[in-house]
């Protein structure tokens, strides 16, 4: 069975510090990646997915994230972030249908 | 276009109690999947429905009972509510099934007291 970790429950960065949040998977067949960001209180909007090709993924709010096979990871990164960012992010793959393997979120804090 | 929307947007029950959740695609979507999100965790998946069909289930009690509407809307219902079912339950739909992307509604917060 496919599963999701996010090894970081809480992260802490100053405003126009740059950000990487960790995401490994474990799924047998080539998988299909998103990241997901939820402010309080809100649904789900989703960053940038990975389906196949190029393995640097470029997302909204200038996010990005980079599959790498080997390392079973989908790293999600940001340059320069900004107080709009503070938020929970969610990293997940698709198995069979649109079954969606989320994992458990990591919070991001934002200092001024 | 109207995103996908969820109502009610919060509710409140007792123990013992039955709930019905309803959502409304995204126009065109035909995919319509159901998650639970209890508070401090990720979303688990609850039910996939797919042109009326359900193509997916994932471990939930059989007091969970969803179904899709011609028109794609669906309803998901509990049964029997219990003090842990009280969590965010989201919707989201997609175009078709497989390899889509996902787009998820603002939710429905339960409160089972």
């Known amino acids: 069975a496919q599963s999701v970790t996010q090894p970081d429950i809480h992260i802490t960065v100053s405003e126009g510090a740059s950000l990487e949040l960790r995401c490994n998977y474990s799924?047998?067949?080539?998988?299909?990646l998103f990241w997901y960001v939820q402010s309080p209180g809100q649904g789900l909007q989703l960053l940038l997915k990975?389906?196949?090709?190029?393995?640097l993924v470029q997302g909204i709010k200038g996010f990005e994230a980079e599959f790498k096979r080997s390392q079973s990871s989908f790293n999600l990164r940001k340059p320069s972030v900004h107080w709009s960012d503070a938020a929970e992010y969610f990293c997940?793959?698709?198995?069979?249908?649109?079954?969606?393997?989320f994992g458990g979120g990591t919070r991001v804090l934002v200092k001024p | 276009d109207a995103g996908v929307t969820q109502s009610p947007t919060h509710l409140i029950k007792t123990r013992g109690q039955h709930v019905t959740l309803r959502c409304s695609p995204i126009?065109?979507?035909?995919?319509v999947s159901w998650y639970q999100q209890v508070l401090g965790q990720g979303p688990q998946f609850i039910f996939q429905?797919?042109?009326?069909?359900?193509?997916g289930r994932g471990n939930f009690p059989d007091r969970f009972s969803a179904r899709q509407f011609p028109n794609y809307s669906s309803e998901l219902n509990v049964n029997a509510l219990l003090l842990g079912d009280s969590a965010l339950y989201l919707c989201?739909?997609?175009?078709?099934?497989?390899?889509?992307?996902?787009?998820f509604g603002p939710g429905t917060r339960l409160l089972v007291l």
């Open positions: 989201a739909s997609s175009l078709v099934e497989g390899a889509e992307t996902q787009y």
């Open positions: 799924y047998g067949a080539t998988p299909y």
């Open positions: 990975y389906f196949s090709g190029d393995t």
């Open positions: 997940a793959v698709e198995a069979a249908g649109n079954k969606l393997t």
């Open positions: 126009s065109g979507h035909k995919s």
């Open positions: 429905y797919y042109e009326k069909e359900e193509r």
